[in-house]
């Protein structure tokens, strides 16, 4: 109560002060710590799933570049056989020319029907390996986006408790706070209403000490 406190008293108030606001300014790094932590930890977790969804690209792209290779392979063998076939068929029109024997004549026939069929399982190999690519592909997709999609609803559970338990920890912290803010109100304006009190009883003893002094004799100046 005002007029009932000392220089020392007001010292204590003044410390209780600055311990107060050490242990609200530790409440809010606490804050602070913990709410970068939890960033730290959404972002590793983001970050775990954007690779995860990187390496399946790499992947397929690795697959999509084998399918090619083994498609382009063919696409060559069946140009190739496709220009001896060429080849054959005047080598076997000039033989025709220069009356050549029929066994000569079926020789070339028979070298053109293998060719001709190889050109054509040739081909349909090719036709075979480009359904296969685009099946497989689309399959591992479908297979990828479903395990993709269960990785982000992992992510969004992990989200999810660790923002929760970060609000479990930081409400403590948080009441601690507010708790410690009405304190330091309360304190301040006892420090306030202490320090007008002392101005106050400055005023009065003096005015007191200077009548006491006129009472003895002694030229005062008010």
């Known amino acids: 109560m005002p007029g009932q406190l000392c220089p020392a008293r007001l010292t204590e108030l003044t410390k209780s002060q600055i311990d107060l606001q050490c242990e609200l300014d ?11 932590n939890l ?21 397929q792209s690795m697959a999509c570049e084998a399918y090619r290779e083994k498609e382009q392979s063919l696409t060559i063998q069946r140009i190739t056989c496709t220009s001896y076939l ?33 050109k054509i399982r040739l081909k349909e190999q090719e036709q075979s390996l480009i359904v296969s690519r685009v099946g497989a592909l689309e399959a591992e ?15 969004r559970v992990l989200v999810r408790d ?25 304190l301040k304006s006892r420090i306030n209403d202490d320090y ?6 400055d005023v009065n003893n003096r005015a007191q000490h200077l009548a006491r002094r006129e009472e003895q004799g ?3 100046e008010k």
């Open 26 to 36: 530790f409440h809010n790094g606490q804050q602070s710590q913990a709410h970068a």
């Open 196 to 201: 007008l009190w002392f101005e106050e009883s």
């Open 218 to 220: 002694f030229r005062v």
């Open 141 to 155: 997709d479908v297979a990828w986006k479903k395990l993709y999609e269960q990785a982000a609803q992992l992510t």
């Open 39 to 59: 960033e730290k930890y959404v972002h590793e977790v983001e970050v775990n799933l954007h690779l995860q969804l990187k390496e399946h690209q790499a992947q």
């Open 162 to 186: 660790a923002t929760s338990r970060y609000e479990r920890e930081i409400t403590p912290m948080r009441r601690r706070a507010l708790e410690i803010q009405r304190e330091l109100e309360i």
């Open 86 to 118: 060429g080849t054959l068929e005047v080598s076997l029109q000039q033989q025709r020319a220069i009356h050549a024997s029929p066994e000569v004549i079926t020789g070339f026939q028979d070298k053109i029907q293998k060719e001709q069929d190889r």
